[in-house]
């Protein structure tokens, strides 16, 4: 089993709609839980960290459930500039690993 | 905007060049990390220094030779390159925090886009 897993996608969604996707992890003692934004052909950027009682930046909403292990990352009100692969990170015994990313499309 | 560089951003070797991929952090950390991303694959870890000493090697071939001659600078010398090693490879770096724990926060540079013909 693949340490994080995620749907590869592409959600294909119109400007002003909102998007979800999950993240599987496999490692139950995971202790930190990130989302990174990776634009096509260019580097891994923090979008946010997830923290167990869920937290919000903006638009952008993400969760934790350790009981059936994955995060969820929301996006509200999407824009074009919303449109790339988002990375899903965890950490477990010191490591990062990361998931293959879920592409997200916003169309005009 | 970044504070991570890294040189080039495109790169076409052969199987028999030898070549160096170049790496600066300007963010005053002390940990750097190389990273080896291909298509539709998560991120692969290849090197890891602390402190100028490398941490892991994650069981990379030894045509990948890293060197780190301080906290600020990353090489990834390259040669007798496959065919399938041709990626995405990402410099990264972070900060070792009090007591050995590493922040898990990764800042990369823009990536070198490797062709092996």
């Known amino acids: 089993r693949k340490e994080v897993e995620q749907d590869p996608g592409p959600f294909n969604v119109p400007e002003g709609a909102t998007v979800a996707f999950n993240c599987t992890y496999s490692n139950s003692a995971s202790q930190s839980f990130f989302w990174y934004r990776q634009d096509c052909r260019k580097e891994p950027k923090l979008l946010m960290s997830v923290y167990s009682s869920g937290n919000e930046d903006g638009r952008f909403t993400a969760q934790l459930n350790r009981a059936s292990q994955y995060i969820s990352l929301l996006i509200r009100d999407s824009k074009l500039s919303d449109s790339a692969t988002y990375l899903c990170?965890?950490?477990?015994?010191?490591?990062?690993?990361f998931g293959a990313g879920t592409t997200v499309t916003v169309r005009a | 905007e970044t504070g991570v560089t890294q040189t080039p951003r495109h790169l076409v070797m052969g199987m028999t060049n030898k070549k160096s991929l170049k790496c600066e952090q300007h963010l005053g950390h002390n940990a750097m990390y190389w990273y080896k991303q291909s298509a539709k694959k998560p991120l692969e870890l290849m090197f890891v220094?602390?402190?100028?000493?490398?941490?892991e090697n994650n069981s990379v071939p030894s045509r990948f030779s890293p060197e780190c001659p301080n906290s600020s600078h990353l090489f990834l010398h390259l040669h007798t390159l496959q065919p399938e090693d041709s990626a995405l490879y990402l410099c990264?770096?972070?900060?070792?925090?009090?007591?050995?724990?590493?922040?898990?926060?990764?800042?990369f540079g823009s990536g070198t886009q490797l062709s092996v013909l």
């Open positions: 990170v965890v950490m477990g015994d010191y490591k990062l690993s």
């Open positions: 220094y602390n402190f100028k000493e490398q941490t």
């Open positions: 990264a770096s972070s900060q070792v925090v009090t007591g050995g724990s590493r922040d898990e926060k990764l800042f």
